[in-house]
């Protein structure tokens, strides 16, 4: 079933979609006539207005074509090389890019066992050690996933107690929203709530797991972190030159709360799922089911038979843990036909 066409809608991640119509169509708008490239143009203006409509108009705001290159900046422009970033040991920036932050940022990631995922201030406080020693990395950068890569997800009081932390040591707070729409969906507060008042330093505005065919956005809260911003996005390869074909993609993204919409409907589903799944006896929920993924145990023949017809993702094979997406065109029926196929998986 790798690299196939999938033949059936795929439970593996919520990047397997493909394009919201309306985000394609947006692109296709703008394809219409020549405009100055690498961000000077009047798709990319508009977009930065409206996130800063959101966020307010202090944000700083870098089209990027992807999440792992916007964490990537937002941590070049937040570091040194002899400092340091704390995060989760789940965190995507950690596990899945492959040490991009350290080889493009340099610095070092001093990873902290989270079960569910999130940091807590008692979490992070032992690694906050070593200030001016030379002979350790200097903590600068608390970085947090919202949602978490286990779909878990920080109540803004949570997320306010790691800014104040970081603020206290000198440090900056960076949020990875690779699924912002999720977590501002699922809390059902504004990202001005969630992300500014707060006190947050960075966020990676994610984009693609929601809709969009590619781009991400970094924002930084206050233009003094960002002076090195344009250049380091330059040396990091993600200054778009066609960068309206990004932008046009968050204007329509964050038109009419098109981003909402389409996070409110795949956490519902995947709501629908894990309520599904708690009534088959055989598999065991692992994570609450916050945003759109859901985690879950079962025996490792019944993953082997699902996957003869469902993509699925196996998130952790040593116990035989999977994680099921849901995106933002996966349809109720597709959830119940999903629950049978693992029921008879199970049998
Ligand atoms: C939490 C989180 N951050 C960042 C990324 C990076 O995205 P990309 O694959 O576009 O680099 C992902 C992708 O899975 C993610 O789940």
Same mark, same amino acid.
């Given at each position: 079933?790798?690299?196939?066409?999938?033949?059936?809608? @795929?439970?593996?991640?919520?990047?397997?979609?493909?394009?919201? *119509?309306?985000?394609?169509?947006?692109?296709?708008?703008?394809?219409?006539?020549?405009?100055?490239?690498?961000?000077?143009?009047?798709?990319?203006?508009?977009?930065?207005?409206?996130?800063? $409509?959101?966020?307010? !108009?202090?944000?700083?705001?870098?089209?990027?074509?992807?999440?792992?290159?916007? &964490?990537?900046?937002?941590?070049?422009? +937040?570091?040194?090389?002899?400092?340091?970033?704390?995060?989760?040991?789940?965190?995507?920036?950690?596990?899945?890019?492959?040490?991009? *932050?350290?080889?493009?940022?340099?610095?070092?990631?001093?990873?902290?066992?989270?079960? /569910?995922?999130?940091?807590?201030?008692?979490?992070?406080?032992?690694?906050?050690?070593?200030?001016?020693?030379?002979?350790?990395?200097?903590?600068?950068?608390?970085?947090? #996933? %919202?949602?978490? =890569?286990?779909?878990?997800?920080?109540?803004?009081?949570?997320?306010?107690?790691?800014?104040?932390?970081?603020?206290?040591?000198?440090?900056?707070?960076?949020?990875?929203?690779?699924?912002?729409?999720?977590?501002?969906?699922?809390? /059902?507060?504004?990202?001005? $709530?969630?992300?500014?008042?707060?006190?947050? /330093?960075?966020? #990676?505005?994610?984009?693609?797991? &929601?809709?969009?065919?590619?781009? !991400?956005?970094?924002?930084?809260?206050?233009?003094?972190?960002?002076?090195?911003?344009?250049?380091?996005?330059?040396?990091?390869? %993600?200054?778009? #030159?066609?960068?309206?074909?990004?932008?046009? %993609?968050? =204007?329509?993204?964050?038109?009419?709360?098109?981003?909402?919409?389409?996070?409110?409907? @795949? &956490?519902?589903?995947?709501?629908?799922?894990?309520?599904?799944? #708690?009534?088959? $006896?055989?598999? !065991?929920?692992?994570? *609450?089911? %916050?945003? &759109?993924?859901?985690?879950?145990? +079962?025996?490792?023949?019944?993953?082997?038979?699902?996957?003869?017809?469902?993509?699925?993702?196996?998130?952790? $094979?040593?116990?035989?843990?999977?994680?099921?997406?849901?995106?933002?065109?996966?349809?109720?029926? !597709?959830?119940?036909?999903?629950?049978?196929?693992?029921?008879?998986?199970?049998?």
């Amino acid at each position: 079933m790798q690299g196939d066409i999938l033949a059936m809608k @795929s439970f593996g991640s919520d990047n397997h979609s493909g394009i919201h *119509p309306a985000i394609l169509g947006a692109i296709a708008a703008v394809n219409t006539a020549h405009a100055v490239a690498y961000g000077d143009d009047p798709a990319t203006q508009r977009a930065v207005g409206l996130l800063k $409509e959101m966020f307010g !108009e202090m944000a700083d705001v870098y089209f990027v074509f992807n999440g792992t290159g916007a &964490n990537v900046l937002a941590l070049k422009t +937040l570091t040194r090389s002899y400092e340091a970033a704390v995060c989760a040991a789940t965190a995507h920036i950690w596990t899945d890019e492959c040490g991009a *932050p350290e080889r493009q940022v340099g610095c070092k990631l001093l990873p902290v066992a989270a079960p /569910d995922g999130k940091l807590t201030p008692e979490l992070v406080l032992p690694r906050l050690q070593g200030f001016g020693f030379p002979h350790h990395s200097q903590p600068r950068v608390i970085s947090i #996933s %919202q949602p978490t =890569e286990l779909g878990t997800l920080y109540t803004v009081d949570e997320i306010r107690a790691l800014a104040d932390l970081a603020h206290k040591y000198g440090m900056y707070l960076h949020v990875d929203g690779a699924r912002f729409g999720n977590a501002v969906a699922a809390l /059902d507060v504004s990202p001005r $709530e969630m992300i500014v008042d707060t006190g947050v /330093d960075a966020l #990676s505005f994610g984009g693609t797991k &929601n809709g969009l065919m590619l781009g !991400e956005a970094v924002l930084f809260l206050d233009p003094m972190l960002s002076g090195n911003a344009m250049y380091e996005r330059k040396q990091a390869m %993600q200054l778009a #030159s066609k960068m309206r074909f990004v932008s046009a %993609q968050f =204007e329509a993204y964050l038109t009419d709360g098109l981003w909402l919409k389409l996070a409110t409907h @795949s &956490n519902a589903l995947a709501r629908r799922l894990a309520e599904g799944v #708690s009534q088959i $006896e055989g598999v !065991e929920l692992t994570q *609450p089911t %916050q945003v &759109n993924g859901v985690f879950a145990l +079962l025996p490792r023949e019944a993953i082997e038979r699902l996957l003869r017809d469902y993509s699925v993702y196996v998130w952790d $094979e040593t116990r035989d843990e999977v994680r099921w997406m849901t995106s933002f065109d996966t349809t109720a029926a !597709e959830v119940d036909e999903f629950l049978a196929a693992i029921h008879q998986a199970l049998g």
